[in-house]
């Protein structure tokens, strides 16, 4: 039903068996965070909401669901980034897009193209917060979920 590039599976050192959908499942929710909440087609979140009076019908209800969605999201990426790595992860995004509009690939004077450049690149920085630490203990084999606070 899916493709098997969704269902794929990977045992790890441990014999334990993953699925690679978790990935892509992270991703799409990541983007559509991103793009949910804001883009350049005039469809998204941020201008729903000022549409008529913010605290009519469910507005209220949606504003705190997507202020929930943003607060995890960002303690994602504080916690397996901190502000500095969500940086380095900005500049790599930035310098692809460079290297894209240097080949004449992506046209950067459009106001449209740079809106969606910074949608998808947000989603993208929500996308590696959500994952870091799995992409870092494949990488180095350490795992590892908390720093220590030396008093």
Known sequence: MLPDILVKRSVTKSGKKVSHLRWWVSLILSLALAI???NPTGHHFVHYLFQGNPLEGFKPFYILVMIAFWLMA????????????????????VAFVYGLAQKGWLDTSDATVLGWIATIGMGLIIWLGMNASIIWKTATGVYTTDVAEEE
């Open 36 to 38: 949910g909440t804001w």
């Open 74 to 93: 960002f303690k994602a990426i504080y916690q397996s980034l901190r502000w500095y790595g969500a940086m380095i992860a900005a500049a790599i995004i």
